[in-house]
């Protein structure tokens, strides 16, 4: 006759051991918080007396399975506790480990006085002085005639300006030490009533305002230099730089027209009068491409041109016949035409070498450690730069963990969302890695990030105790269809 099989609970013996507090911490008074901890051992599947040790002969009273440690009786800054038993011959430990924690010595600390004055400035000697305590000043008359140092900015009127001295209390001697005073504001009709030697000026809208310097700008007038000098005149009638009559010199107008030595801007119109030079000869007649063509050879020195034709804003209209177009250097393109081929193709890409310090980490994706990807940003990196539309994007991380390792990636400083991950089964570190293909609709402004963390999809591991990555390499390639 057949049986019904039966299952036996667990019987795994466990040997627990918990501490009220894991320091003392140490007042500068001496006083000691808690003034004991206590350790209570936790027996699972098993009864019996435990026996307790303390390291460095710290003393050790007990009740039942519960011993405390007073702060007296503890010898040292660190003290082990070690629960142990003895079950069918087995023996079971646990143990918990506590320290002391001090406070720091006080440090200084800085203070303020302040002096209103009808003097036209103070004095700046000396340099420092003394006072006795942390609620001192320095003595009237200190700096200049009148003056009344105290700890807040009194009420001045017209006429009258506010003086600032620092001072630093220094608890071991118990004294301040004041700087000379340095003007903290004032109260004039108008700045012509102060003249000084401004330095470096950090402003914010300056109106109505007119700037000139060099020998051929004495004054603040609207003209060239009359006097065989030169410099600079800037006001709302214009720009002015140089001198005409040495040959060298640019003038802007308060209308934007520009004028220059062999060249002009007037109504948006460019006129050349000179020689358009490349290598050897020259142009004479006029080159238009506002609407029309250019119908001909472009000739330098009867020959090829093989200069570059820049561009930083405007469009071309026309035919530019070529081998290849290239955007970047012909042998590292990053955009190209050429015949049979006649789509864009855009490639950047990124990697890393990273390592972390530690054996622990949280279970956090490495936000400091991504590869970020930005669309459109001329200051950005170009192997680091997208382009809009749809995009391709490459990733292989290799790493050695213990014991997960995955990859991710945001938009727009989203949400984390995971990609693609490995667990490495060894008992301790193991190489990993881990691909992914992922494509995506970038829009203008969008940036795209990348990042790795020692943990699953949902930021946990077998081993919560050993979240790292070490010797981590990710390699991130970005491709415009």
């Known amino acids: 006759m057949s049986t019904v099989p039966r299952f036996a609970p667990a019987n795994d013996r466990v040997l627990l051991l918990a501490a009220t507090a894991q320091a003392f911490k140490v007042a500068a008074t001496t006083i000691a918080a808690p003034a004991s901890i206590d350790f209570t051992a936790g027996l699972v599947n098993m009864q019996g007396q435990v026996a307790f040790t303390a390291s460095n002969a710290s003393v050790l009273t007990r009740v039942g399975n519960v011993a405390s440690l007073a702060y007296a009786g503890m010898v040292g800054d660190s003290v082990t506790i070690t629960a142990t038993i003895v079950a069918d011959g087995l023996t079971y430990t646990a143990s918990q480990t506590v320290s002391k924690i ?8 800085a203070r303020v006085a302040y002096s209103k004055t009808t003097l036209l400035s103070l004095a700046s000697a000396p340099a420092t002085l003394s006072t006795q305590g ?275 990636y945001r938009i727009n400083s989203g949400n984390w969302l995971w990609l693609s991950g490995v667990q490495e089964r060894q008992d301790g570190d193991a190489p990993a890695a881990t691909v992914y293909g992922l494509t995506l609709d970038i829009n203008v402004g969008d940036t795209v990030q990348f990042g790795v963390s020692g943990t699953n999809a949902y930021l946990t591991a077998a081993n919560m105790g050993k979240l790292y990555v070490k010797q981590c390499q990710a390699i991130v390639i970005a491709r415009n269809f």
């Open 134 to 408: 942390d609620a001192s000043f320095p003595p009237i008359d200190t700096w200049g005639a009148g003056t009344v140092w105290e700890g807040s900015p009194p009420l001045f009127g017209a006429g009258e300006s506010l003086y600032r001295s620092d001072g630093i209390f220094n608890p071991a001697s118990g004294t301040t030490k004041w700087a000379a005073p340095y003007l903290n504001a004032l109260k004039v009709g108008q700045l012509s009533a102060i003249s000084a030697d401004l330095g470096k000026v950090t402003a914010g809208d300056i109106y109505s305002a007119t700037l000139h310097g060099g020998s051929g700008y004495p004054n603040n007038a609207y003209a060239w230099p009359s006097n065989g000098g030169s410099g600079f005149h800037l006001s709302e009638s214009g720009l002015l730089f140089g001198n005409p009559g040495l040959g060298k010199y640019v003038q802007i107008d308060a209308a934007g027209n520009i004028y220059a030595p062999g060249f002009s801007i007037i109504n948006g119109r460019a006129v050349f009068s000179g020689n358009l030079d490349s290598v050897d000869g020259s142009f004479t007649g006029e080159l238009k491409a506002a609407k029309g063509s250019f119908a001909g050879v472009l000739d330098a020195a009867k020959g090829k041109f093989s200069g570059e034709l820049d561009a930083v804003k405007g469009t071309f209209s026309g035919d530019l016949s070529s081998a290849r177009v290239s955007v970047g250097t012909a042998s590292a393109a990053t955009a190209f035409f050429e015949p049979g081929y006649p789509s864009i193709s855009l490639q950047s890409s990124a990697s890393g070498v990273f390592v972390e310090a530690s054996s622990l980490n949280s279970a956090a994706v490495f936000t400091n450690l991504e590869v970020l990807f930005k669309h459109n940003a001329p200051g950005w990196p170009a192997a680091l730069r997208i382009r809009s539309g749809r995009v391709f994007f490459s990733i292989v991380c290799t790493a050695v963990v213990d014991d997960q390792l995955s990859i991710w």
């Open 102 to 109: 001090f406070d720091g010595v006080t440090g200084n600390s």
